[in-house]
């Protein structure tokens, strides 16, 4: 598990950057919807995030399974860390009226952490 710990560090390190990023960019300098960055930013990161923790982060880590099965919880808890991270916009930038960056660090600690403990007991089991 520790190996699984480094690897989904540098893995989801690197997916959660490549999401705050485009929605940082989109809503800051683009001026689109904080929401709507925030989704776009999550299909950018949910599609480099299931090759990426497949083959890297959980490789060896459960039994043989249809992949169409592991895709399906993927998304699944794909669209919770969606959601969570929306409540962080929601309520950081909407709520609060704090600025734009400011939902970027629940993303990038308290979503991730979730999903790393969904992930490994649930999609790449």
């Known amino acids: 598990m520790a190996g699984q710990l480094v ?7 690197f997916v959660t ?16 919807h904080p929401q709507l960055a ?5 299909l950018v ?5 299931y090759v990426l923790h497949g083959r890297f982060t959980f490789r060896g880590h459960g039994g043989r ?8 919880r993927f998304v699944a808890v794909s669209l919770l860390s969606l959601g969570l991270n929306a409540l962080w916009v929601w309520l950081c ?3 609060l009226g704090w600025p734009l960056w400011s939902p970027v ?13 969904l992930n490994r007991q649930w999609v790449f089991r």
Not at 65 to 71: D, N, Q, S
């Open 65 to 72: 399974e249809r992949p169409l099965a592991r895709g399906v």
């Open 105 to 117: 660090p629940a993303m990038g600690l308290v979503t991730p952490a979730l999903v790393f403990v």
């Open 38 to 42: 925030n989704f776009l930013g999550y």
């Open 45 to 49: 990161a949910v599609a480099s995030g």
């Open 93 to 95: 930038v909407d709520l």
């Open 7 to 13: 690897r989904y560090g540098l893995t989801g390190g």
């Open 17 to 32: 950057a490549l999401q705050a990023a485009v929605y940082w960019v989109l809503a800051d300098r683009a001026a689109v």
